[in-house]
């Protein structure tokens, strides 16, 4: 059975990193049948944020990923937790740790530790000094009974705790064969000895994860490549408590066009930000899918299911993908230009009402035809706030932006009150699309005027931007939301300006 699992640290928000771990760890499960465990590594208690796995529940679920042990979402959407390896949170398996850090000192694998901050300060100082790479120096190793039993009366007669730390073997090699980056060899005198039980009776993220992972019966932990100088601690460690160890697929980091590592700053990369400003979360899934993994064929657009139907570890690239934003815009665009038209209006008028616009008041014919005219350009939701507002109320702008380029102001008044006319006798049901571009071509060349010279002013008057949908799209939406005198108001204000 494929077990594999997402263990992040609640630190309060989902960094795009976290989401390509879990999206490739999902789709490893599900192409495999598998199982998906969701654990939450909190052993780092400073970092700990209130509502935290809610908040990571709820992103995962916009963009599709589900788990199916540990944690989830209920109906009344509080946590639950479910699944029979559980407590799912590290917290809440101190005992467990314990039990068996104890169980390696008793076997002389692991041992305690009474070295001061300050000593431990100075010996990395040393070290620096000397350009040797920071390593405790195995003090406390050889301690004699006596002696721990004496640093154990002092330290609890002033409230201390030791630290437990482990006796990597001084000899031999650590060989990690990873499902992405191969074979890599750690001779094992370089491995520190490394704290397993903090002195807040806390455990190590190694010890924690190694224990974990082998409770949860997890057969593939897979994870971001920043992990691969942990993963020969984790092996020495499945060798002490003589377990078979899981296997392993390191991800190669994301970085940024300029090759730079990816921020860490919240804002630039959290999904929900992401989700916030308008990125769908198909475009999302499909960009985050293709930071490392690749389908070896011409297709860049994948849903879910055919990712799932697809997902093969053995095509992971070893080399570091790059996080290039035009690509999601552009993915963006395509997902957005697909969506149905209940979906993009129910998307949009939140959009709309946090710009005051009372979306209420407007048929949804209007609000439809908006969008239908917008989304071609659209390369994320959010922009329906900025660029839509002509629509609604009428557009200001420099009067220059009225005068087409071979013409001058008397000329566009002087169009201008052509149309004025041509629009108070159209027809009512002759302003739709189609009908309003013959008319309008008729009425030029019976006139003999050129297409720009009123149609630029036209355009303009509608939008006030020097670049919008044409005239006979824009004059059709907007009798839908504002009928003849809306249109007609346009373009007065037009003439006014001219004058
Ligand atoms: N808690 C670690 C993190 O925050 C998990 C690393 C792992 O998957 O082993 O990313």
New binding site residues.
Partial sequence: MIRTRF???PTGYVHIGSLRTALFAFLFARHNNGKLVLRI?DTDQNRKVEGAVENLIQVMRAVGINFDEGFYLKEDGSVGERGEFGPYLQSKRLDIYHKHTEQLIAEGKAYYCFCSEARLDELRKEQTALKKPPMYDRHCRSLSAADVKKNFDEFSASGKKPVVRFATPLEGQTVIEDLIYGRIVYENKILDDQVLLKSDGFPT?HLA?VVDDHFMQISH?I?GEE?IPSTPKHLLLYQAFCWQPPKFAHLPLTLNPDKSKLSKRQGDVAVEDFLKNGYLPEALVNFVAFLGWNPKTEQEIFSMPELIEQFDLGKINKAAPIFDTNKLDWLNSHYIRGLQPEVLLAAAKPIWSEKNIAVENYPVEFLNSILNLEKERLKKLSQLGEGTGYYFNQPEYENGLLIWKKSDAADAKAKLQKLQEFFERLDDKEFSRDILETKLKKFISENGFDNGSVLWPLRVALSGLEKSPGPFDLAAALYLGHRRNGILERINAAISKLS
């Fill in positions: 263990a992040p640290s590594e993220y994860v932990v994870r992990w």
